[in-house]
């Protein structure tokens, strides 16, 4: 009976929570990595809204004058011409030929019985736009949203990619080991033996230019620290009790491989893609900016880049500010959120 009621009057156990669960905890938590996560979310919600022309989808259209300024800047005097002197225009005289003399006289007659015969539907061009435009008049917003798209699209899909890559070679390294370990190890040497920068640009040359080569590349070339990281996971875990049991009971070596330890790498894994994701995001601009990257007919914030040199040198200024403020903040907010999640997802936190 008394052990009866001590039963009874026991404080019931806390709920066990898992790596997860208790991640989520830590990183609300953490007030700086949370508003980074809101920010990552809205960049992403962005990039699938110009994925599918939700967002950004006129951005070539050629709406205002060429370099129309900002709206919000104030017109100087230096943006105004001054009038051409009149000693300057009456310098060279004007010679008129009559239409027999004219060389082009007749086709000039015939063309000017059907001026104003069709009516010109394009709108007036605006001269100044909320955020400026560029060398064709088109919006610098409208470019920026659809080019952080474009770069967010490269850089998820590039390190999804990528971590496919390195996460499949690492678990068949780390776990047969022996003369697989050794060859994988051997190609792994290899590639890191190249600069990768080098390594992108020649790919990229090879291939050409364009999304679809450019995620590719990117791919190929950047599985490397993934591997190394996986590897090494699966080296220390296929030892564990869990596996040992795993094999005990009949369970194959893909089982073993990616039922039984590659969840345990999850959190590891998260974080690498993440870190991948604005490592590609910066490669993407470089190659863009060189001239590898997307196609003439796509905008990025990297093609966005190249152009501003040409425009700073002659004042033109809003495009760089615009591709600094779009790329700044997403970067600077991957890199915190990050961070978050490294120190939410460490297992030896979640053990205090």
Known sequence: MTTLQNTAGAAPAAPSRSLWGLGWQRLKRNKVGFISMWI???????????WFNLVGAHWVDEVGVP???PSWVKESADDVLPPEPAAKAAAAPIVELSRAEDPIGKQLSEAEKHVGEYADHAPPRLERLPFGGDLQG?????KALKGTSTSIFVGVFGAVFSLLIGCALGAVSGYFGGKTDDFLNWF???????????LLLSFAAVSGRGITTIISVMALT??????????AEYLKLK?????????????????KMFV???????????????LLTVALIKY?????????????????????????????????????LAVTIAMSVLVTAFSLLVDALRDALDPRAAAK
């Open 67 to 69: 370099y129309a300024p």
């Open 260 to 274: 039984h330890i590659l969840p345990n790498i999850s959190h590891l894994l998260l974080v690498q893609f993440s």
């Open 138 to 142: 088109r919006d610098v917003i409208q």
């Open 239 to 255: 030892g564990r009790e869990y596996v040992q049991a795993a094999d005990a009971i009949g369970a194959g070596s893909r089982r």
């Open 284 to 320: 993407e601009a470089i190659l863009s900016f060189l001239g590898f990257g997307v196609g003439v007919r796509e905008v990025s914030l990297g093609s966005m880049l190249a152009e501003a040199p040409t425009e700073l040198i002659q004042g033109y200024w809003w495009q760089m």
């Open 40 to 50: 990552v979310l809205a960049y992403l919600l962005v990039s699938i809204g110009g």
């Open 188 to 198: 792994y040497s290899v590639f890191t033996s190249v600069p990768d920068m080098l």
């Open 222 to 231: 950047s599985w490397t620290g993934t591997y190394r990281l996986v590897r």
